[in-house]
Every structure is written in C-alpha cells, then in structure tokens.
C-alpha cells in the first residue's frame, strides 16, 4: 500500500473537522464518494480505523484524534516550505546604503519589504553598481559618477561635529568664518567638486585645512573625537545638539545643504529595478 499523500491528509482534516461527508466534500469541491474513497485509502495506508460512522454523523478514533494534529500540522508545513522557495526563486533587490542613512533608507524602501540592504561605508558605492554587485544605491552628496543615473530625493541642512570640549561648544548656532582655521577630514578618492562640498567650500570658495583622511564614517568621528579635526554631517544624522561620545553637533551657518541620492547602473531595463525606482521617486 501506498504512504498516504498531503492531498488525503487535507481531505481527512475537512472531514473530522465537518463531521460529515456530504459537508466536507462540498467544502473540498469534489463529489462525495471520492471523499468517501479517498478516506478508505488513507485508512487502508494508515492500517487502523481513524473514523466511527455513524448514521448522521463521524466521530474521530483515538487514531483518528492523533492523526488530525499531524495532519494539520504537516499542512501549515508544507505551505510554509512552499512560500519560502517562491521567496528564494523570486530575485531580490539589492540596495548599498552608508551606515549613517540606515534610518533613512527603511523609511524610504518601507514600500518593498523584499529589498536587501547592504551595508557599503566606502566611497566605492558607484564602483559596487557598474561592476553590478549592487542592483541600486542610496548616494550621500556624490556627484557625477560616469555610468551611473541618479535621482535626488531628499535635501537637508548639515551640522558641523566638534570635540565637547571645543571653544566654540557653547554656541548653539555657529558661523561658517568662525570655523576657517579648523582642519577639515578628507575622504579617499574625492573629486575637487566633492572636496569642496565636504569642506563647505563649494558655495563660498573659502579656503579650507585638510584634515586626517578617512575611509568610513566611523573613521571621521573618531578623527575629530582625537583631533584636531572638524567634519560637517547631514542633519539626520547628527541633528543640531546632539551629544555624541566626546562629541557635539552643532547648527552652522553657510553651510551648503547635504543632498541623498538615489543611483542604478545607466541604462539599466531591468524590471525589478524600474519599478523600484517608480516607487521610490513616485511615492
């Protein structure tokens, strides 16, 4: 004899749970002897009784009672297992974002559940998109990389970061020019244009210290924090008066204002990244 299959275990079920035949086959879309032989089958394969027929009704063996536990629990199984390979077998998408904009980038992409973030601290997030490791990035003021497109979406002040125990840290609002002998962290790789903008300079044209080089986000902060170093960061992610580990943000005036970007390969067709894009620049 044949191991039952699900399809009998889930006919067993509506019929324990219907205690009727005529019921569970209208509940099951079949007509009701092959309920009643399918039910047979299961008994057969099973080798005890699992129903007591009565003339208006069934009852549930001791087996019966057993079985129907299992039955049910074997079904929400498979049903899981079977959403998660349609899951695996569905492609997702891969967005890069810096550490920084993690609160930002969930309540931006909060729209697709499916995207996958990964983390990239680097500069190299445009790299990571033309060598196709990332499907799109959330770009923190960069400017004109070849082969990538991108789309503003949002526009911010920035802060200046000092060491508490700075001279200007009493100060809740703090002057461009009263910051100009301060040297400045540089990151790796940076374009004149995007050296400028870090620095504050890109409106101004103001002179400017270069400072420690950094490489990751982390690097900055721990630059200033053992200075002597000054960095100007979006205002989401230190808002004017935070208080950081040895460190303060401050509100700074004249400061060109922090814009993020979204960015994919150019040219991309694909669809899963087209209808990204159409939600998240189209809420």
């Not at 509506?14 to 209208?26: D, F, I, K, P, Q």
């Not at 920035?158 to 002057?175: G, Q």
């Not at 790789?189 to 103001?206: C, F, L, V, Y």
């Amino acid at each position: 004899m044949a191991d039952p299959d699900l399809r009998q275990l889930r006919y067993f079920a509506a019929v324990a749970e219907e205690r009727n035949l005529t019921r569970a086959a209208e509940r099951l879309l079949i007509t009701q002897p092959a309920l009643s032989r399918a039910i047979q089958a299961l008994e057969r394969a099973v080798g005890v009784d699992l129903l007591i027929r009565r003339p208006r009704s069934l009852e549930l063996t001791p087996a019966g009672h057993s079985l129907l536990q299992s039955a049910r629990d074997l079904d929400l199984r498979m049903d899981a297992a079977i959403q998660n390979a349609r899951a695996a077998g569905q492609p997702r998408l891969k967005v890069s974002v810096h550490l920084c904009d993690v609160a930002l980038a969930a309540e931006l992409c909060a729209f697709d559940p499916t995207v996958e973030f990964i983390s990239d601290d680097t500069r190299e997030q445009a790299d990571e998109l033309r060598a196709s490791r990332h499907d799109v990035a959330l770009l923190r003021d960069q400017f004109d990389e070849p082969g990538v497109s991108q789309h503003l979406l949002l526009s911010e002040p920035r802060v200046v970061i000092l060491p508490s125990d700075h001279a200007l840290a009493s100060k809740e609002t703090i002057a461009l020019d009263d910051l100009t002998d301060e040297p400045i962290t540089t990151w790796a790789r940076m374009s004149a244009a995007e050296a400028a903008h870090w620095a504050a300079a890109d409106e101004t044209g103001r002179d400017w210290r270069v400072g420690p080089a950094v490489t990751t986000p982390g690097d900055v902060l721990a630059a200033v924090r053992l200075g002597p170093a000054i960095a100007f960061y979006p205002a989401s992610v230190a808002p004017p008066g935070t208080t950081l580990p040895g460190l303060i943000s401050r509100a700074v005036e004249g400061v060109s204002p922090s814009r993020l970007w979204v960015g994919w390969r150019t040219g991309d067709r694909s669809s899963i990244v087209g209808a990204f894009l159409k939600n998240l620049t189209n809420p």
